[in-house]
T-cell receptor, first 117, second 111 residues
Framework: DTGVSQNPRHKITKRGQNVTFRCDPI?????LYWYRQTLGQGPEFLTY????????KSRLLSDRFSAERPKGSFSTLEIQRTEQGDSAMYLC???????????????FGSGTQLSVL | GQQLNQSPQSMFIQEGEDVSMNCTSS?????WLWYKQEPGEGPVLLIA?????ELTSNGRLTAQFGITRKDSFLNISASIPSDVGIYFC???????????FGTGTRLKVLA
């Protein structure tokens, strides 16, 4: 299976600790997205990359959050000094974007469920 | 900012019934994506729509891109218990590749 892969699936941490999540997109996909989802809500956009360039960041992405995609392949999302309000499902998605008019589809991974105690 | 509103918020239906749900936007969209999400999993893409008036089917699912480009509809025919989940619509905000999601329609199917 060559779908979007996220690790770990679950992460429990204590408030104040740093956590890092990894996303491996579908291999030929050049766009990679991070979303956050809390219980009962739809996914909220955090940021996206085209190849290695981070093109847009949401205001939800405070300075404690940082995302990288160093070689345009996998991506990491790090949260520093976690707070209880960071508890959520963190979802990664990827797509094959060629130009503005391409028929784009976003494919999601299974997510990383973060619980901050 | 742009928002996507879905209705109904939740539905309880009997197995075998047809289901209709919709998604409306405050502004024009050029793409509509419909997803299903089950507990503890990521959203799974069901149908993608790219043209106003387009009608696309995927098995028992049919989705339509509204003529005004501000809405989209998803229908499920002859529902079965495994249709249970949350259905989300999504589309790219104007001039970007940032996809926003609707509020979701929670579907429960009673056998």
């Amino acid at each position: 299976d060559t779908g979007v892969s996220q690790n770990p699936r679950h992460k429990i941490t204590k408030r104040g600790q740093n956590v890092t999540f990894r996303c491996d997109p579908i291999s030929e996909h050049n766009r990679l997205y991070w979303y956050r989802q809390t219980l009962g809500q739809g996914p909220e956009f955090l940021t996206y990359f085209q190849n290695e360039a981070q093109l847009e960041k949401s205001r939800l992405l405070s300075d404690r959050f940082s995302a990288e995609r160093p070689k345009g392949s996998f991506s990491t999302l790090e949260i520093q000094r976690t707070e209880q309000g960071d508890s959520a499902m963190y979802l990664c998605a990827s797509s094959l974007g060629i130009d503005r008019d391409v028929l784009e589809k976003l494919f999601f991974g299974s997510g990383t469920q973060l619980s901050v105690l | 900012g742009q928002q996507l509103n879905q209705s109904p918020q939740s539905m309880f239906i009997q197995e075998g019934e047809d289901v209709s749900m919709n998604c409306t936007s405050s502004s024009i969209f050029n793409t509509w994506l419909w997803y299903k999400q089950e507990p503890g999993e990521g959203p799974v893409l069901l149908i993608a729509l790219y043209k106003a008036g387009e009608l696309t089917s995927n098995g028992r699912l049919t989705a339509q891109f509204g003529i005004t480009r501000k809405d989209s509809f998803l229908n499920i025919s002859a529902s079965i218990p495994s249709d249970v989940g949350i259905y989300f619509c999504a589309g790219p905000t104007s001039g970007t590749y940032k996809y926003i999601f609707g509020t979701g329609t929670r579907l429960k199917v009673l056998a």
